[in-house]
């Protein structure tokens, strides 16, 4: 053993298995690097077009002009653009077949928004799994290979006459960066797991309560046109 202490060479001069999980470690901590940054952006881009269409949904648009510009082959639907599209959509295409109650249509526009607010909700919770199990796992990995770095630094201090503490450390301390790995690892990905959890729950109950509000905007619409059907006949 050495006494040189530096980050770089404790990890070079760490046994094979020691090596293992710091390796496990690093891709962990990459990865987990790569989803943070993506779902930052999602959750940025998702806050972006919610605040937009809720302005241009309250704004008194024609609904009807409003789901020809979300349809449109040149914009690209996501979040609460979608659940309004695909409900408006069913709404239309039921209330264009005969004999249909004002009831049922607008419940066939709430399972449609329903569907599709439940695939939105998908695209959100996509990888958090992953950063909630890198989080919990990533310290008890590390640990792991501290244990058996320990556990080599002793068992080759068993064959030495004279065991002091300069020959103890430099094995120690190979061990011990396994567990800061871990740590390295694990924190950024509980903080955003956290951060990306409690934006996913807020984006949903916008979305609900969003439902909510076009649900009763459908049912109006749904008796407003039955009770012109019924004065025209």
Known sequence: MTNDLSIVHLITQAGPIVKLVMLMLVVASVISWTFIFAKYKEFQSAFKVTNTFEKRFWSG????ELSRQIGSAHHSRCGMESIFHMGFQEYKRLKEQSGMEPMHVVEGARRAMQAQYTREMDVLDNHLPFLATVGSTSPYVGLFGTVWGIMSSFQALGNMKQATLALVAPGISEALVA????LF????AVVAYNRFSNNADRLATRYETFMDDFTTVLQRQAHVSMNEKSSGS
Do not use: K, R, S, Y
């Not at 690892?185 to 950024?188: E, G, K, Q, R, Y």
């Open 61 to 64: 648009i024609d609904l009807n």
């Open 179 to 182: 567990t800061a790995m871990g």
């Open 185 to 188: 690892a694990a924190i950024p």
